[in-house]
């Protein structure tokens, strides 16, 4: 059954293809990043202030993609969706031992998802100081401009449409061959029926 395996991987790859190219929408990501000081500039810091300061961070992460900034991004934008629907669009990440906080956006237009981050980057700035007192935030780098999308992935896709085609090919062919209780061979009446088997006429003989 090695065509029938073949064929499912063929189609359902070509499927994931046409939907990943062609139905799909094409989504753009932007970066930018932040460090947050907790202390005036001309103040010292020592290896505990960097240690608490990493422990903060989730707080951070999780003001940064609170109501008050998404809805501040939404007025200053004009942007017609809700804040939790921005907020899913919005990911915020803090590389080990730093504090360093990347906030990256989402978006169907890679112009857009530069204004968006940058907007949510100093709307964040303000709340952070607002809410947990924070005296600095250092901007790190600016939002960039995607040169191509980053999601669908249809290479990846199409090789696990063919892959999940091919597997499920074999999952059909296993239930049939189990679930298949025809007598194909002389050996099958003497182990199912009992019977012994006096002659056997050739396949294509009569």
Same mark, same amino acid.
């Given at each position: 059954k090695i065509w029938m395996i073949i064929l499912c991987g063929f189609i359902l790859g070509a499927?994931?293809?046409?939907?990943?190219?062609f139905w799909m929408i094409p989504m753009y990501e932007s970066s930018t990043q932040i460090y947050v000081m907790d202390k005036e500039e001309d103040s010292s810091i020592t290896y505990s202030d960097l240690q608490l300061g990493s422990q903060?961070?989730?707080?951070?992460?999780?003001?940064?993609?609170?109501?008050?900034?998404?809805q501040s $991004?939404?007025?200053? #934008?004009?942007?017609?969706?809700?804040? &939790?629907a921005l907020a899913e669009r919005i990911s915020v990440e803090n590389p080990n031992n730093t504090r360093i906080l990347t906030i990256t956006v989402r978006n169907s237009n890679p112009a857009t998802a530069k204004l968006i981050a940058?907007?949510?980057?100093?709307?964040?700035?303000?709340?952070?100081?607002?809410?947990?007192?924070?005296?600095?935030?250092?901007?790190?780098q600016e939002a960039n401009i995607p040169t191509g999308p980053?999601?669908?992935?249809?290479?990846?896709?199409?090789?696990?449409?063919?892959?999940?085609?091919?597997?499920?090919?074999?999952?059909?062919?296993? $239930?049939?061959?189990? #679930?298949?209780?025809?007598?194909?061979? &002389?050996?099958?009446?003497?182990k199912y029926l009992g019977l012994t088997v006096l002659t056997v006429i050739p396949k294509g003989r009569r």
């Amino acid at each position: 059954k090695i065509w029938m395996i073949i064929l499912c991987g063929f189609i359902l790859g070509a499927i994931v293809f046409l939907v990943s190219k062609f139905w799909m929408i094409p989504m753009y990501e932007s970066s930018t990043q932040i460090y947050v000081m907790d202390k005036e500039e001309d103040s010292s810091i020592t290896y505990s202030d960097l240690q608490l300061g990493s422990q903060l961070t989730n707080d951070f992460m999780t003001l940064i993609k609170s109501r008050p900034v998404t809805q501040s $991004v939404i007025d200053n #934008l004009n942007l017609t969706m809700t804040p &939790s629907a921005l907020a899913e669009r919005i990911s915020v990440e803090n590389p080990n031992n730093t504090r360093i906080l990347t906030i990256t956006v989402r978006n169907s237009n890679p112009a857009t998802a530069k204004l968006i981050a940058d907007e949510v980057r100093d709307a964040a700035e303000e709340q952070i100081k607002r809410v947990m007192g924070i005296k600095q935030i250092n901007v790190v780098q600016e939002a960039n401009i995607p040169t191509g999308p980053s999601s669908p992935n249809i290479l990846m896709n199409t090789l696990i449409g063919i892959i999940l085609g091919a597997f499920i090919a074999i999952f059909i062919i296993f $239930v049939r061959y189990f #679930l298949d209780d025809n007598i194909k061979a &002389s050996e099958d009446i003497e182990k199912y029926l009992g019977l012994t088997v006096l002659t056997v006429i050739p396949k294509g003989r009569r």
